[in-house]
């Protein structure tokens, strides 16, 4: 047996390397279609500044735009020149340049940046910014996207090739001319293995074509995509290295086979991304350089020119090099848990991963895909899905990032570009799922465990299911899920929904996101539910809270690591005699980076004598797709630092676009006095876990926006809502002054938590939950065909028998001879919706029947009415909710019973709506009346309203009414309030709400054994089913030596064990069993 784990990114991937010392170098990446990941050009791409005042972080040096280096000549100096090319500042050169004047005088103070750093002030006016800083504030760009203007040499060769469009010739400068080292692909920064010399090369992904229906013809957009192999221009050279570039015809360049109007699909990235890198990763080409060709006018190249200049990326990718590496893509959390659970023996099991593998594809020729496929099957254990570029960046960046993750986090797309995306990208969604279900049913086996992992992949369980009805199935989401009147608002809802419901069992970070899943279900798809489970279509689907953990003891025992006591040593060093607090996010809305910036603005103005003292540094990953949010932001910023006297001595914010070094970031944490989450959504953020770990010696507070999914699980957090600006102003301070008593009280609190949610504890309940919910279901489903000549044996050896029949129509002639025959002689009720008087009227024909009106809220025993019901004074407060959907609902009716209510909507003139309406009412009255037992359920498209489990505890009142009758040490007849002070079992009255749905229990005396066989038998429904349990249970118990449980009708799953074709059946097998024992 195998744990397949499904999730967006494989844990490896391949990776081509280019040694630039070859003769061919420049000409492998000589062409638009390839992304060269090397030092100098991922310095190229980005285009952040740390401030809007640039030269207060320690940053900005490290951040040059294109345009930057492209400036005039006019606007450089010979002084600024010499650092302008040194390269974007790695993790490990950012820490040593932040804690510059913590080293010794006599050694120099930034390796980075030679020995012109040796102090704070000299580090924050180095000559790599040139611009002046001032205690007031800055200046603002003119526009968003404006860079500041970079220092960069005029004998540059790289500037001058900047001067011209041509990015291919840009690739080729840099490779020439930098000191390159090797780094994972995507350009994230990593340490530098292998070959000094040698360079990622990325293949780029094609862009998605702009189609406005919903359906996709696939092979068409294929082939689109490969006609576009071919370059569609020639290179323009510059007249001359120094001067402007030449005039021509050819403004702009752009591949062949796209179309000149499309832009970019951009989005923020997910918790589980963390490690993938914006500018031209997830498989996206470069959407920050747009490259038109005009209309008329131009360079005409034919086929063979075109081809001599540049060789096809197939060609390319033919020759280079490649191997597998870890992947920096992907859920980390999930990484971590399975190798931990592995490596510790949690998981006995082998594992196999089934995802992407994490770089484009279509620019891979087969045969190198090919082997790279069997590579990571047979030494890594990884299936890997090969998604053309199109469908995994139309299913990714469109859909995923702007459709569902906005929507997870209440943020509902209403902006042009993303009604657009959501016509279309979903065909991309679904053929993403698709593939990926295909792959799944590929490598199973029977007694596989299938474990799919978030929102990139909510369709496949249903899908794998179509394929595989018996296969053990669970899905995890990682990030929240919303209420149902946001998850509403997406066009796919009910589709989504039925995906998810595939699984055995679905898992959410807290109890809140849970729920929030079963009352969309609810509303949505009409589906039966309960506190931990969602029926649908005759199937139970688990619905539990398992937070993800990290592993406490093995993130403590690093802080021992030489490195990071090295770290902590320069940092204490550098921020000596300060407060610092730290906070690590994504660089996206809603991490609410400008709500934090603004309630820490508000702590520093209310609290002046702290501007000096204290420090907030912000690490920040990705970049913001939002020009205006993050302007906003970085002016928040600038004010700020403003309020220092002296910026270059005291820095009140530290804003850094980049993550650092993971020993880098243990470091910080352990020295934080104060560590701050604020994101207005978010689900399980194990920043916070990780800050707690590290925080063993300081015991420094956390400041939680109660908003995420660890505010639920982190005992001991100081809780925020982010947007009280005042109040989260107040907690900063209150943090900061904690007494240390206290702050280790909250500590031990938080590390109580960790360990008792820890990686560990998530892997193996949530692989318990999977494979309890597979048995349940797979019990359910399990009916064999009733044996009359079983039945009969059993039958004759038991002395007292009892019957209950679940009859939903009026009986027959023959239906009413075969009760009259069985209850002359045993104990038989009927049970159904019908009213005591109606009841009556049908069977008044059979003396001694027993019946059970109204689905069990009365019950007739030796021609006494017994009432089963506790309460019906909700009946009025039902009837005003119906009477408002059925004002939205013309035709619909309702029907008031003794003790139930049904609306009935047969009549319905709008069809349509009909599932939206009742759906609402089903939500509503299960919200309000969820504490006093009320419960609204659908059966055969009717809608009942009645107190919870009344056919339970009328079987239950039955059964102990019948076995006191004859006990000795009975004086008087049972009622129900006999029944309310019985004990019961756990596993039967979980879902009770009402003191008369007890379960009873009975002493072992032999008198109390009267009732040896029950047989209960009738059509599945949600009023049968716990009847069927009942049975099960008492024979289990030892209460009854035969039961039996028969459903007749299509019952897909049902507690039942025996299946007849119909009640004709059932009574011509019970008439001839009868007769043949008189």
Known sequence: MTLI?????????????????????????????????????????????????????????????????????????????????????????????????????????????????????????????????????????????????????????????????????LHQSVLNNANTSQFCAEGASKQPTGNSNSTV????????????????????????????????????????????????????????????????????????????????????????????VPKFGGYSNDAKIRSSILKTSQELFSKIPWKIVPSDKGNGALKNAIFTAVRERLIKDPVRFVGTAGIPTDEIPKDISAKIVEKLEDEYSSSTVIADDVTFKGAYKNFCKQILWPTLHYEIPDNPNSKAFENHSWSYYQRLNQLFADKIVSVYKEGDTIWIHDYHLLLVPEMVRKELPHAKIGFFLHVSFPSSEVFRCLAQREKILMGLLGANFIGFQTKEYARHFLQTSNRLLMTDISETEAKYRGKIVAVKSTP??????????????????????????????????????????????????????????????????????????????????????????????????????????????????FAQYLALSAEADAFMVNPLRGGMNLTCHEFASCSEDKNSPLLLSEFTGSANVLRGAILVNPWDIKTVAQCIKKALEMPLYQKRQNWKKMVKSIIENDSDNWITTSLQEINFAWEFNKERSTVLKLLPDQIKKDYQASKKHIFFFKISEPPTPKTLSTLHDLASKHYVYVLNSFSKATLENLYNRVPGLGLMAENGAYVKVNGLWYTIADETDWIDDVVKILDDKMERLPGSYYKISDSMVRFHTENAEDRDRVVGVVGEAITHINTIFDGRGIHAYIHKNIMFVQQLNLSLSAAQFVLKFHRSKTDPSSSSPVTPTDIAASPSPSHLGSNDNSGSNSYFTFPAKSSQHHLDFACVTGSSSPVLEPLFQLIREEVKRGFL??????????????????????????????EGINRKSL
């Open 5 to 169: 784990i499904a999730s967006l990114f494989l844990p490896h991937q391949p990776q081509f390397e280019l040694n630039v010392q070859q003769g061919d170098g420049s000409e492998l990446v000589d062409s638009n279609l390839v992304k060269v990941n090397n030092q100098s050009t991922e310095q190229l791409k980005k285009h952040r500044n740390g401030s809007v005042n640039s030269n207060t972080t320690p940053f900005s040096g490290a951040n040059a735009s294109q345009e930057a280096l492209g400036s005039s000549e006019s606007d450089q100096s010979p002084q600024s020149a010499q650092y302008s090319l040194e390269g974007p500042m790695s993790s490990e050169k950012f820490m040593q340049s932040l804690t510059a004047n913590a080293t010794a005088s006599q050694s120099p103070a930034n390796p980075a940046v030679g020995n012109r750093a040796h102090s704070a002030e000299a580090f924050f006016n180095n000559p790599v910014n040139e611009q002046r800083v001032t205690s007031g504030g800055s200046s603002i760009p003119e526009t968003p996207d404006s860079a500041a203007q970079q220092p960069i040499s005029s004998h540059d060769s790289t500037a001058n090739l900047l001067r011209n469009v041509n990015k291919s010739l």
């Open 201 to 292: 090369v990325t293949p780029k992904s094609r862009s998605v074509p702009s189609v406005n229906n919903a359906v996709v013809n696939f092979a068409k957009v294929k082939r689109q995509q490969q006609n576009a192999t071919l370059p569609s221009m020639r290179r323009v050279p510059a007249r001359s290295s120094g001067g402007p570039p030449a005039p021509s015809n050819l403004k702009f360049s752009q591949l062949a086979g796209t179309d000149s109007h499309e832009h970019a699909v951009l989005g923020s990235d997910s918790e589980e991304d963390d490690n993938v890198e914006n500018s031209d990763s997830d498989l996206e080409a470069d959407g920050n350089h747009e490259y038109y």
């Open 548 to 661: 993800v953990g990290i592993d406490f003891f093995d993130l403590n025992s690093q802080l021992r690591n030489e490195r990071v006591l090295q770290w902590r040593q320069l940092i204490r060093n550098r921020w000596k005699n300060k407060k610092l607090i730290v906070c690590r996010d994504q660089f996206d809305r809603i991490r609410g980076l400008e709500k934090k910036m603004l309630a820490y603005e508000r702590f520093l103005k209310e609290n002046p004598e702290y501007v000096e003292q204290v420090v907030l540094i912000q690490i920040t990953m990705g970049a913001e797709k939002d020009s205006i949010s993050e302007r906003n932001i970085m002016l928040v910023v600038d004010r700020i630092n403003s309020l220092s006297p002296n910026v270059s001595d005291s820095q009140p914010v530290v804003f850094l676009h980049q993550d650092l070094d």
């Open 1041 to 1070: 030596r035969y039961g039996y449980t028969i459903v007749y009708g299509n019952a897909t799953s049902t507690y039942a064990k025996e299946h007849v074709d119909g009640l004709n059946e059932l009574l011509s097998i019970l």
